[in-house]
């Protein structure tokens, strides 16, 4: 908190005001439900062995499960998947070669202990297996010792992102590869594997919606539905890939996170009508492990609103997507720093509590000003986030905006807050930036708490409140 301080001294901030921000009584009837494992964890099929072996894997995903009173849904999957066969007779979980620790393989076979692994995991899990191979027995096979090992399977995937296999994937028939083309191979896979493990697919898998699409799949799938349980899409909002430039004031913009996550209401509402469920099932900032802009304060926030839009959206799920570890800008942890983007993964959850059951959105999504409320099961107003996306990069003005809010429930006095911050949103923890949140809580490389948060104090007359929130910073307010 002393350099924060320290900072704030050398750099002008100036006030600006905000209309005032009403706080329905009750949830209002556009309140969307927020699903247990909201905010869950995917990762990399491959390097999935080497996560489960490190502390800071199991030490964050116990912070979350505190946070929400339920442990993270985990994917377990990516394109690796999609190179993976299974042998039966492998000692160990997984076996490859790479020239460099930070490589992903080519290739590469599991073995049965890669289920032992994803059984000891304590929320549900989503197992990823390979489709683009055409191995359809090799892949039966896997599924089964799956369905036999693991207690918390959830579903299983057949394929990863399939609109991107190329010309000579062995799957791809000889009139080509399109949306059709592989409609009716999701088909005939699910068909075959489900008399030996059930309707337990979770299908689509896609990345580049709109012409890849839950909605176009369905008819697709005929009969199949019956063995779907999950609809998935992969989102992510900017791509680093092979050069692309990324940009965090982008990424972090409200305005245009409420705009880009609309997008994706079609698909839920699609697989609502089907009684299915719709997941974000491989998400982050930036394609191809991130770019710069993914270990930043800004991806932290951006987490925030993302997850919260989604969920008004008919999201049930986001699977944040962990990658090759050492070779990683987006993840939320590795071997020796819980990352920037942790923290507003932390944050959201503790915003939405292990009492949230439903949350809206109380601004019009044209600003830069993120407001919500979440609501208890009653439709008892809880909390309050305050998120000022404008991106302040560190030098210059910071403006701090002024936040009336009208309508909070209970006798006059004060309420607590508690704020997360850093000294700009590029900051970043594995290059010293400090974030924190109620001032004092940060996190070790093994991904324990260090530190305490302190909770601010808002006065509250008749209802009403005005809390400040500096460009990019965070505050939730309790009700």
Not at 260 to 286: F, I, M, W
């Amino acid at each position: 908190m002393t350099s924060t301080l320290a900072f704030l001294a050398r750099v002008c901030i100036f006030l600006v005001g905000v209309e005032a921000v009403s706080v329905p009584s009750t949830a209002p009837s556009s309140a969307a439900s927020v699903d247990s494992a909201l905010l869950s964890i995917s990762l990399e099929f491959f390097t999935f062995p080497a996560y489960a072996q490190l502390a800071s894997t199991t030490n964050c995903l116990a912070q979350l499960t505190t946070l929400r009173g339920t442990s993270p849904a985990v994917r377990i999957g990516g394109t690796t998947q999609d190179r993976a066969t299974y042998d039966s007779s492998l000692s160990t979980a997984v076996n490859y070669t790479v020239a460099s620790s930070t490589d992903a393989p080519t290739s590469l076979t599991f073995g049965p202990s890669f289920f032992t692994l994803a059984a000891a995991l304590k929320g549900p899990v989503t197992i990823g297996l390979n489709r683009q191979l055409d191995e359809q027995g090799n892949t039966q096979q896997a599924a089964v010792k799956a369905l036999s090992s693991m207690s918390n399977l959830y579903a299983i995937e057949l394929g990863n992102e399939p609109e991107f296999y190329a010309s000579g994937s062995p799957i791809i028939p000889s009139s080509g590869w399109n949306p059709t083309t592989d409609g009716a191979s999701q088909k005939a896979w699910q068909t075959a594997l489900a008399p030996s493990v059930g309707n337990i697919f979770q299908a689509a898998v896609y990345l580049q919606y709109p012409t890849w699409s839950t909605t176009n799949l369905i008819p697709l799938l005929g009969s199949a539905i019956t063995y779907t349980k999950t609809f998935s899409g992969h989102s992510y909002p900017q791509s680093a890939c092979n050069g692309a430039s990324t940009n965090l004031q982008s990424l972090m913009s409200h305005s245009g996170i409420v705009s880009y996550t609309k997008q994706y209401n079609a698909e839920a509402a699609a697989g609502r009508a089907q009684g299915k469920t719709y997941v974000l099932g491989d998400t982050n900032s930036a394609t191809c492990g991130g770019g710069g802009i993914s270990p930043t304060f800004g991806a932290a926030l951006w987490i925030v609103d993302y997850v919260l839009q989604a969920a008004l959206n008919g999201i049930s799920r986001l699977y944040f997507h962990q990658g090759t570890i050492g070779n990683c800008q987006y993840c939320f942890w590795g071997r020796y720093t819980t990352a920037a983007p942790f923290y507003g993964a932390y944050f959201v959850s503790q915003f939405l509590g292990t009492d949230g059951h439903t949350v809206s959105m109380l601004d019009d999504g044209t600003g830069t000003l993120a407001t919500y409320a979440v609501f208890s099961a009653s439709g008892a107003p809880l909390r309050v986030l305050v998120l000022n996306s404008a991106y302040f990069n560190g030098t210059g003005s910071r403006a701090a905006t002024s936040v009336p809010l009208s309508g909070l429930p209970g006798a006059d006095g004060t309420r607590r807050a508690l704020r997360m911050s850093a000294l700009s949103a590029a900051a970043r923890v594995d290059q010293s930036g400090n974030v924190t949140i109620g001032g004092g809580l940060t996190f070790t490389g093994d991904c324990v708490s260090a530190g305490t948060q302190v909770f601010e104090s808002v006065s509250v007359q008749s209802g009403q409140a005005t809390v400040s929130v500096l460009a990019s910073e965070a505050l939730i307010v309790f009700l």
